[in-house]
């Protein structure tokens, strides 16, 4: 169930590094072979945690937020979902596939459709309470709802706003404005009405958005510092971009939670710190990081550090993200608003420069495709049959046809931790005219910096990852043109409106055989391809070495590979210090 994935990510690992005796610069391509990273897939690292210590987050950065109306980077709802605050429905705990399991969370069920699947009702359980042990209420999960159309709220999950009844121009609850469409008939019913039949919608409910929020706790902005917890923890300290410490909430029940084991008694997010040196402090795993972990993947250049040692490999887990990392370009202005010059992107690019930069094949995969492999049945189509390394001659032609003969100047926004990614796509394009200028942004501000729809660059380099397994949770949000914002925007970065396209999106929402869904979806993917409005470049993985005292620690695959901190804990919380 990913969102639009935190792509300020490196990757790591050569496959030179991953397989004996390989020479000469020979690389591993998509369906040559098994993936060395494949063997890391499924672990559970360290056995069975014990109950209490004091966990450690080692990180370069801030959540971009945690208010669950803004929760929308993926590893910051797997935070958010797993400690803080409980969804409606959630994913189950559990390494490999078993993770994409959909299970009851704050409902009793997965939902029950009526009305041709326009009308979904879920019934809560009882006996759930807050951290100052008052009880979670239907109405609390509709206020959440309708917070989250809030202008003040932007960047959160808009599944709300694409499928309930009658939410158009509605902009949330702060003058007393209510949405219809959803009803809560007691504290434990609540029932959505949607414009159009919608048989996902529990798929849907993972997201932030369906997470309660007491109305007398809310104060808008200021809610991402200190969300209200209905999860296993809350929030003791928060500075941000500085520290972040989680106690016990008391008040939540384990006997009424399937999914959170909450081994640790603490758990402390370090923030601001560089990320070569988080690399080498969980190699290391020396004195109190041994109960550390890593919030972001490693870096490429750590891959020399961590392969080549059978101890460190196996505290290391390094899961698919299911994501496709992508150059978007601004089709709404000149040159991109030409097709030709958008192609010339697509041809130009070397996607094996990219690559390299990133970590090499052990951990990435060329992208020929917009959705991930796993929307396409294990493998991705080429359809335009474009080189790995580009075609720069036939990119010069479409320039020149473009009445760009000499190319032209543009700039791209990158997340600080994609500079080498960019700076790969800038030689690249380099070679056909095409001068590149590389902006740098902070990860935890890089969202709202290409969410500015006036003042951002012309590129941005950025990734998308399916909510859940299904083309609706994919293309829509990335080319539907309908959804745009000029503060916030998510997914669209190419800022794509095509009648055309936007059509077929709604004729295959409507259908109601998963199959031909399914195929319809993978045939626009290469539609929309044609046309260009963005450049599929990566699909990654996401590897992370663990601390030597951590235990029940997995990737979870719906949630990009990232760490579930449902289940993990400590070997011996004695040796942990808070």
Not at 252 to 264: N, Y
Not at 499 to 521: G, H, L, P, S, Y
Request: glycine residues 10%; hydrophobic residues 35%.
């Amino acid at each position: 169930m990913k969102m639009r994935s935190s792509t300020a990510v490196a990757l790591v690992a050569s496959l030179a590094l991953g397989a004996a005796g390989c020479s000469g610069g020979q690389q591993s391509r998509p369906g040559s072979g098994k993936n060395p990273a494949a063997a890391l897939e499924g672990q559970v690292i360290g056995g069975t945690p014990k109950r209490g210590g004091t966990l450690t987050v080692l990180s370069q950065q801030d959540f971009t937020h945690l208010d669950p109306a803004r929760n929308w980077v993926m590893s910051d709802m797997l935070f958010g979902t797993r400690l803080l605050y409980r969804t409606l429905v959630t994913y189950k705990a559990s390494p490999g596939t078993g993770g994409g399991d959909l299970v009851p969370d704050l409902a009793t069920d997965l939902g029950t459709p009526s009305n041709g699947a326009k009308t979904w009702t879920f019934r809560l359980k009882k006996g759930i309470k807050y951290e100052d042990g008052t009880p979670v209420t239907a109405q609390d999960i509709k206020y959440n709802v309708e917070r989250s159309f809030s202008p003040d709220l932007p960047g959160g999950a808009d599944y709300a706003a694409r499928y309930l009844a009658g939410a158009e121009g509605y902009e949330g609850p702060a003058r007393g404005e209510h949405l219809d469409s959803i009803k809560t008939p007691d504290d434990h019913t609540i029932v959505f009405e949607l414009r159009r039949p919608f048989a996902e919608f529990p798929n849907a409910t993972v997201m932030p958005t369906f997470a309660p929020v007491p109305k007398a706790e809310d104060n808008g902005p200021r809610y991402d510092n200190r969300p209200f917890s209905s999860g296993p923890y809350k929030i003791e300290s928060y500075a941000r971009g500085k520290r972040l410490v989680l106690v016990r909430n008391t008040h939540w029940d384990p006997k009424a939670d399937q999914v959170r084991k909450a081994h640790p008694d603490k758990l402390v997010v370090v923030m601001g710190l560089k990320q070569n040196q988080i690399d080498d402090r969980m190699i290391a795993s020396q004195g109190a990081d041994a109960s550390a972990v890593s919030w972001y993947a490693l870096r490429p250049e750590s891959a020399a550090k961590v392969l080549p040692s059978a101890e460190v490999k196996k505290r290391m887990i390094a899961e698919s993200t299911n994501c496709t990392d992508m150059v978007q370009m601004h089709t709404g202005r000149a040159p991109f608003d030409n097709v030709k010059v958008r192609q010339a992107v697509q041809y130009a690019l070397d996607k094996e420069t990219v690559l390299t930069a990133s970590g090499g094949p052990a951990f990435n995969d060329v992208s020929t495709a917009y959705m991930p492999a796993s929307l396409f049945d294990g493998k991705q189509p080429d359809t335009l049959k474009i080189p790995a390394t580009g075609d720069a001659e036939k990119a010069r032609q479409l320039l020149h046809e473009a009445g760009k003969p000499n190319g032209f100047s543009t700039k791209i926004t990158v997340s600080t931790g994609d500079k080498g990614r960019a700076e790969a796509i800038q030689q690249a394009l380099g070679r056909v005219g095409i001068k590149v200028t590389i902006e740098t942004v902070d990860p935890s501000a890089f969202y709202a910096t290409i969410g500015d729809t006036t003042n951002r660059t012309d590129m941005v380099y950025t990734g998308w990852c399916p909510d859940y397994p299904s083309g609706s949770t994919f293309l829509p949000f990335v080319f539907d043109g309908r959804y745009i914002k000029e503060k916030g925007n998510s997914g669209n970065h190419s800022l794509f409106r095509d009648k055309a396209t936007m059509k077929r999106m709604d004729e295959i929402a409507t259908m109601t055989d998963v199959k031909r869904a399914d195929k319809a979806w993978q045939q626009l993917d290469g539609e929309i391809l044609r046309q260009a409005p963005a450049v599929p470049v990566l699909m990654r993985r996401w590897p992370l070495v663990l601390g030597t005292n951590i235990a029940g620690a997995y990737g979870q695959t719906s949630f990009g590979g990232q760490l579930d901190y449902a289940t993990v804990g400590l070997k011996d919380p004695a040796k942990s210090k808070s």
